[in-house]
């Protein structure tokens, strides 16, 4: 610590007021987000990277896309439900609709359309699947991309009410690539809005001449049925277990995001004084990526004085 004071006692005034100026914006970011997550429930964590307004521009913009809807809720880009921005390493930006309040929100739609057999325009299923994007909001289908997080979760809404599911190996490998299984275990059921008297435990992933897909209880039809987009009879078009061909139905994944390094204890937060602390300044704005492992979010102190 002693050294760490003498570094600063002759580092000079211009660079003093440098880093000043760069600590002071990096600890407004990282307490925003802190307090965000706070505010938000546990699925609101810090991202690999804080971009403060001004610096990188908002998560889920055009200009700065987000990985998924959790992070960017996670990184202060949230602004209610609606459409945001998303890409994946490698590939092209694209648009989804995000619902960033039901359960403390970050979920993103990979499906949003009608709900009953007269509404069937698209489908996860291999030999059936076109990807469809014409409307985040309304009239969408996107498989749900390989790189997930850790504790993933499966949901659905029709109309009003909304149910979550923990993301099974058979459910994944559907909203990925489109694997057909027949009907697979929803497991970990809860309602997250309205009030839902028959809660789905299986989902209908397709077989051959069978595309999916059905969220029911017990695998069964009319009032056993939560939601579906399935064109073979009408067996199956009821919404949260009332006869539908028109309420709007949306499937959602949503996935944890990393969590930050932890903070160091009060007796050595005092001053930025090295490479190392700089480093993580700069990673904080946002000027490096996750390539340094800082080891230390944010130190404070009298440096911020």
Not at 124 to 139: L, M, Q
């Amino acid at each position: 610590m002693e050294g760490r004071r003498h570094a600063w006692v002759h580092t000079s005034e211009s660079r003093r007021r440098w880093i000043r100026r760069a600590a002071g914006a990096a600890r407004a970011c990282y307490l925003s987000a802190g307090a965000n997550r706070r505010n938000h429930g546990a699925h609101h964590r810090l991202p690999h990277r804080l971009a403060p307004p001004g610096v990188h521009g908002s998560l889920g913009t055009v200009e700065s896309p987000g990985t998924s809807c959790a992070a960017i809720l996670a990184g202060g880009g949230a602004t209610g439900d609606g459409v945001y921005w998303l890409q994946q390493a490698g590939g092209p930006a694209y648009r989804a609709h995000c619902e960033m309040t039901s359960d403390g929100g970050g979920w993103t739609a990979v499906f949003a359309g009608r709900n009953g057999s007269p509404n069937v325009f698209d489908h996860f299923d291999i030999g059936s699947y076109t990807g469809t994007t014409t409307d985040p909001a309304t009239r969408y289908l996107r498989r749900a991309p390989a790189a997930f997080g850790g504790a993933p979760e499966l949901a659905v809404s029709c109309g009003a009410a909304m149910v979550s599911f923990a993301l099974t190996e058979p459910v994944r490998a559907w909203l990925i690539s489109g694997t057909q299984g027949g009907w697979a275990t929803l497991s970990q059921p809860r309602v997250l809005r309205g009030t839902v008297a028959n809660v789905p435990n299986g989902l209908w992933t397709g077989s051959t001449g069978s595309a999916s897909f059905i969220f029911a209880r017990n695998q069964g039809g009319g009032g056993n049925t939560f939601a579906a987009s399935y064109a073979n009879g009408t067996g199956f078009d009821y919404c949260n277990g009332v006869f539908d061909q028109a309420t709007l139905v949306r499937v959602f994944y949503r996935e944890a995001v990393p969590t930050s390094p932890p903070m160091i204890p009060d007796a050595n937060r005092n001053g930025v004084t090295d490479a190392i602390d700089a480093l993580c300044i700069l990673r904080l704005l946002g000027s490096f990526t996750a390539t340094a492992n800082c080891p230390v979010p944010f130190p404070f102190g009298d440096v911020m004085a």
